[in-house]
């Protein structure tokens, strides 16, 4: 993880220097576990994020606009209450570890000013931030009560107990003589003794500092000299304030792995690229997959729900199946009333069956009828007559309804693949709306309904000769961009599958930008970018038949490419 105590330590010093003095103009919690401040600072407004998110807790200033709720959380509000107009005094990590302390002087009803400490605890699912006066708990962003722990509990109005130290070196206080002596009771890899006896060192961290005292990517403590790698060490770790540029490590299929504080050694050069902060590249790290988490979150009753009514439409396609087959038989029965009608001469009075010529096949036959022997012939062809109009009044009601399911489970499938690619909650009230409209959800009722959601935003790519690109996020995105285009740009959608619609602001795109819509097409499909047919046509040539769901079109003189994409390379395409 990049937010180890190593890591925090670049950035509060990175926050000492952009925001000592500031003062906090605004406080904002878009999320339940995350708060936003607006800092004036040297001239400049920034906003600092603080999240205790149990996999992404981390500490930097953003550049990224997150949306509020539209009613402020009981937090968020308290927050306001005691940090809005204050200013920042003091920023420090506590002793090399994962906690950040930020201080802040405020004025209080009476006018008197006083510090208010804010303190950031990045410990997975432990991650807290807690508002501290005069040694107590103000409030805290996750509350702890004393059934979840008995060693610290994090309620309002309790005495704040910060975080028991670990039982090693802080990295600013490190010397050859501790280490030597902490390292003289280890053994085993070098890079985990160094965890064990350092503060804040993630396992990669470790890595490194391991590779940098003795040269070797793997290596026994056993097998060096522990006095020449201390020799090496204790200077390194006096000279990390100094250290840069931060970097961002990319993998060899283009995406990001990992934020590094300064480039590290260890690992391939050409894959490491510097930012011009470590905010700057703490906020590409996360933003995409902070996103990507909380939207899994909050859409998880949403699909569990879409797939359920998915489960009971293969259940009811399945009988409808059924039916349809039962009443294939249906000419049978129309044609034995027939042939008991006019051969009724040709029945023996109290048979169970007869054979009588069957003057529909062609080649003469006979056909077999059963009878009911209390019958007469005349009432036995009624009764099968009866059958043939049974019959076909299910064949009908068994069509029409296998129609409705499969139309049900198209709007559902595509619901599931929009929930997929949601991003904010405007593209999740696109799908509920959908859906509501579809009559597979509840409508909320008039008293629940807030004010009319913000539209949501499609994505939009420039292609290398700067042709805009255009892809839907969902249905309700598809209808919009489909209908806004010019009937000359390009439309693309995968073929016979859910996925977006994709328009190129082009009647005679080049190449590279037609390939470039073909992947975009083929990734954000179902088929996930994995050898998917892609129909391409002129926009004039796409129609949106009366009455048909969201994102459902027809189109003609359409061409078919078969194209691929892998994540890294539509994670480029974001970044151009």
């Known amino acids: 993880m990049p937010m180890d105590g190593l890591t925090l330590g670049f950035i509060a010093r990175e926050l000492q220097q952009t925001l000592m003095d500031g003062r906090i103009e605004k406080v904002n919690q878009p999320e339940k576990d995350m708060l936003v401040l607006l800092i004036r600072a040297q001239g400049k407004n920034h906003k600092l994020l603080l999240s205790a998110a149990p996999s992404f807790a981390r500490a930097h200033i953003t550049g990224i606009s997150y949306q509020n709720p539209a009613d402020a959380p009981m937090f968020c509000m308290l927050m306001r209450k005691h940090l809005q107009s204050g200013r920042i005094t003091e920023i420090a990590q506590l002793g090399g570890d994962r906690v950040l302390k930020i201080v802040v002087e405020n004025k209080d009803e009476l006018g008197d000013t006083a510090p208010r400490e804010l303190y950031l605890e990045l410990m997975g699912r432990h991650s807290n931030l807690t508002l501290v006066m005069?040694?107590?708990?103000?409030?805290?962003?996750?509350?702890?009560?004393?059934?979840?722990?008995?060693?610290?509990?994090?309620?309002?109005?309790?005495?704040?107990?910060?975080?028991?130290?670990?039982?090693?070196?802080?990295?600013?206080?490190?010397?050859?003589?501790?280490?030597?002596?902490?390292?003289?009771?280890?053994?085993?890899?070098?890079?985990?003794?160094?965890?064990?006896?350092?503060?804040?060192?993630?396992?990669?961290?470790?890595?490194?500092?391991?590779f940098?005292?003795?040269g070797m990517h793997r290596t026994q403590l056993e097998d060096i000299k522990k006095e020449e790698m201390a020799r090496v060490i204790v200077p390194f770790m006096k000279r990390l304030p100094l250290m840069g540029p931060p970097t961002l490590q990319w993998g060899q299929d283009q995406l990001i792995q990992d934020v590094l504080p300064f480039p590290y050694l260890s690992l391939e050069p050409s894959l490491q690229r510097p930012c011009e902060s470590l905010?700057?590249?703490?906020?590409?790290?996360?933003?995409?997959?902070?996103?990507?988490?909380?939207?899994?979150?909050?859409?998880?009753?949403?699909?569990?729900?879409?797939?359920?009514?998915?489960?009971?439409?293969?259940?009811?396609?399945?009988?409808?199946?059924?039916?349809?087959?039962?009443?294939?038989?249906?000419?049978?029965?129309?044609?034995?009333?027939?042939?008991?009608t006019a051969q009724s001469y040709l029945v023996p009075r109290g048979a169970e069956k007869v054979q009588l010529p069957n003057f529909y096949d062609e080649n003469g036959g006979m056909m077999e009828i059963q009878l009911d022997v209390a019958l007469t012939p005349a009432q036995n062809a009624q009764k099968y007559f009866k059958r043939y109009r049974k019959a076909r009044s299910a064949q009908e009601l068994a069509k029409g309804q296998k129609e409705k399911t499969l139309k049900e489970m198209e709007i559902l499938e595509q619901a599931l693949f929009d929930l997929e690619e949601s991003e904010t909650e405007q593209d999740l009230a696109d799908v509920r709306k959908i859906l509501e409209e579809a009559g597979l959800l509840k409508a909320p009722s008039a008293a629940k309904k807030n004010k009319r959601p913000l539209e949501s935003a499609p994505m939009r790519f420039i292609a290398p000769d700067g042709t805009e690109i255009i892809v839907g996020k969902n249905s309700a995105q598809n209808d919009r961009i489909t209908g806004a285009a010019r009937g000359n740009d390009t439309w693309l959608h995968a073929k016979d599958m859910p996925g977006s619609h994709v328009i190129i602001k082009s009647e005679t795109p080049a190449p590279e930008t037609l390939m470039m819509a073909l992947k975009l097409a083929a990734w954000f499909s179902r088929g996930k970018g994995v050898s998917v047919p892609v129909d391409y046509t002129l926009r004039k040539f796409v129609k949106k038949p009366g009455g048909a769901p969201a994102g459902f079109v027809i189109y003609t003189h359409q061409k078919t490419v078969i194209a691929s994409a892998t994540e890294g390379e539509i994670a480029a395409m974001k970044r151009r």
């Open 134 to 210: 005069n040694g107590r708990i103000v409030d805290a962003i996750r509350h702890v009560s004393g059934d979840m722990s008995r060693v610290r509990q994090a309620l309002p109005g309790l005495p704040f107990v910060p975080p028991p130290a670990q039982d090693k070196i802080d990295p600013a206080e490190i010397t050859e003589t501790d280490l030597l002596s902490r390292l003289n009771s280890l053994s085993g890899p070098v890079d985990k003794a160094l965890s064990g006896c350092i503060r804040g060192l993630s396992p990669v961290a470790a890595r490194e500092l391991a």
């Open 212 to 214: 940098r005292a003795t």
């Open 279 to 340: 905010s700057q590249a703490l906020d590409e790290f996360y933003f995409g997959r902070d996103r990507r988490d909380r939207m899994n979150q909050k859409s998880a009753s949403l699909k569990k729900l879409i797939k359920t009514h998915l489960e009971r439409d293969e259940k009811k396609l399945a009988l409808q199946e059924e039916e349809l087959s039962a009443s294939a038989r249906m000419e049978e029965y129309r044609i034995a009333g027939e042939l008991l």
